[in-house]
T-cell receptor, first 116, second 113 residues
Framework: EPEVTQTPSHQVTQMGQEVILRCVPISNHLYFYWYRQILGQKVEFLVSFYNNEISEKSEIFDDQFSVERPDGSNFTLKIRSTKLEDSAMYFC??????????????FGPGTRLTVL | QQQVKQSPQSLIVQKGGISIINCAYENTAFDYFPWYQQFPGKGPALLIAIRPDVSEKKEGRFTISFNKSAKQFSLHIMDSQPGDSATYFCAASDSGGYQKVTFGTGTKLQVIP
């Protein structure tokens, strides 16, 4: 069964450093997403990406964040200068299409980001 | 208006009992209501979903009840099993947009033998 994969599973970084979280969405999916979940809290939407551009972003997704699809398979989230409050589990998701009935989002296992 | 409110925060149910989780929303543009199940250390996984044109959807032991006029929906887990112990998130999205999923706050379910 196809699945979304994410690397690394755990990333530890120093405050102020740049991190890149990587995701490989399901191959025939066209919509890509990043969510984050601070420990013990709800899952929060960060950004959606379609046709090589951001289609929607939340207020959390400020100038420190960027996304990219550098090739035909990877989808990345970059945090330019990490802060302590960026510590969270980051989930990548993908969906086949945007229309009704085809918009189930499949989530990856997550990357736990710890900022020291 | 974008929030999805979920209760209870935690739930303990005896094996074989019924688990009930309730959610409410404000945004009338929401037209897709999935429930996700999350085990520790894993990503959310779609469990069951409903659209507002039906009032109930059942898949195995899991049933969603939907009340469009009250803007409320609930998940019932019949014959709850210890393997059902997980965190459950209700969610909502607007298919007219780009499928941003708005999650509820989660319910940690523990099914005890």
């Amino acid at each position: 069964e196809p699945e979304v994969t994410q690397t690394p599973s755990h990333q530890v970084t120093q405050m102020g450093q740049e991190v890149i979280l990587r995701c490989v969405p399901i191959s025939n999916h066209l919509y890509f997403y990043w969510y984050r979940q601070i420990l013990g809290q709800k899952v929060e939407f960060l950004v959606s990406f379609y046709n090589n551009e951001i289609s929607e972003k939340s207020e959390i997704f400020d100038d420190q964040f960027s996304v990219e699809r550098p090739d035909g398979s990877n989808f990345t989230l970059k945090i330019r200068s990490t802060k302590l409050e960026d510590s969270a589990m980051y989930f990548c998701a993908s969906s086949e299409a945007g229309g009704p009935g085809l918009n189930e989002q499949f989530f990856g296992p997550g990357t736990r980001l710890t900022v020291l | 208006q974008q929030q999805v409110k979920q209760s209870p925060q935690s739930l303990i149910v005896q094996k074989g009992g019924i688990s009930i989780i309730n959610c409410a929303y404000e945004n009338t543009a929401f037209d897709y209501f999935p429930w996700y199940q999350q085990f520790p250390g894993k990503g959310p996984a779609l469990l069951i979903a409903i659209r507002p044109d039906v009032s109930e959807k059942k898949e195995g032991r899991f049933t969603i009840s939907f009340n469009k006029s009250a803007k409320q929906f609930s998940l019932h887990i019949m014959d709850s099993q210890p393997g059902d112990s997980a965190t459950y998130f209700c969610a909502a999205s607007d298919s007219g947009g780009y499928q941003k999923v708005t999650f509820g706050t989660g319910t940690k379910l523990q099914v005890i033998p």
